[in-house]
């Protein structure tokens, strides 16, 4: 069996402790059998109830369920119009699904460098990227933790421009009493398997905007002029623009509606291990972690990013082997900057002295498991294990 949690290179009997493990149990199981069970695969009732309930938990007025969250920062860039000649801003450390979304509508990727507190899109960055073709801002809540969103939101609304919030890890992140997600035009969640809930492949586009929701979900279903329920025979239906297949199914709801059952719980398991876990890597002599509170936003605990210090000499290929002898899984957010990575080396050519905070992430930082599927004792052992590389009492 494939675990996705495994890091490349790692062989899954060499550790214990998986960085990301999805929680899937008897109730997962009863309802995907129901689904089976039945004849509505897609277009059914459960994903209409799973939009229902993830709109309501977040407070949005409307949620589309998707294929991915790839799908969802697509569309929302479609269905605002970006093409061909507008320019959308994106972090240069962030998964690469960010940028790819842009590079889909045909519109040019800007880069902007990240805060080197907390690895989010830094306002400042992002202010100077602005043209008079900026089209949208995408900030990503970087490992749970919400950027600051005063300050993009002020930037967007002077450019013009949207703000499309790529909330894949944000679940569960605050900003002041706002969820993340919920802040921008739109935010869009995933349900891969290492985020906060799974439904195997997924992800949830919320908005307050009306005529964006409708966009999208024409969009998501190859643009059909009438959604199944609004024909009037079956079968007849014009098409009156551009789509895509990025529907979510009935199985994957049906695991959605289960997990966000459980989400407090999984939310709440993983706020304790991060809260223990940066309590016991405090001080480290050569790293440090990133903060799980900075001002008014606040982390839905993705993982904890442990950074080297530019100026120790610990080499973190050393500090993954100890950790792979240990057990103890762990990731790598991201690790390269995107503007570095081959494929857009090879669109926009970059001065090499910028995005210096994005690529010391790429370099030297680690990503620590603290899902709830990590017990008391194994939150002990992965502090134990990086406390002992470090020399830490
Ligand atoms: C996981 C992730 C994505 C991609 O999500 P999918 O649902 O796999 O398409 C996009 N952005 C960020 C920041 C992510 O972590």
Known sequence: ??????????APDHRTIPFARPLLGDEERRAVAAVLDGHMLTHGPRVAAFEKAFADRLGSAHAVALSSCTAGLHLALVAKGIGPGDEVIVPAMTHVATAHAVEHCGAQVVFAD???????LDPDAAAEAVTPRTRAIMPVHY????????RLAAIAERAGAALVEDAATGLGARWGDVPAGTIGDCGVFSFYPTKHMTTLEGGMLVTD???LDAAVRKRRAFGYDKGLGERSLPGLYDVDTLG???RMNEVQAAIGLCQLDRLDG???ARAANAARLSERLADLDGAQVFPLVAGVRTSGHFCVNLTLDRDSGVSREDLMRHLQARGVGFSVHYPIALPESRYYAGRHAAAADAFPVARWIARRTLSLPCGPHLTADDVEAVADA???FFGKE
């Open 209 to 211: 905007d009306g005529a």
């Open 1 to 10: 069996m494939i675990d996705p949690s495994i890091p490349p290179g790692v």
């Open 143 to 150: 490992l749970g933790l919400p950027c600051d969103m005063g």
């Open 114 to 120: 990240v805060e080197a507190a907390t690895g989010c």
């Open 266 to 268: 999984f939310l709440a």
């Open 244 to 246: 895509w297949n990025y």
């Open 386 to 388: 990086v406390c002992d």
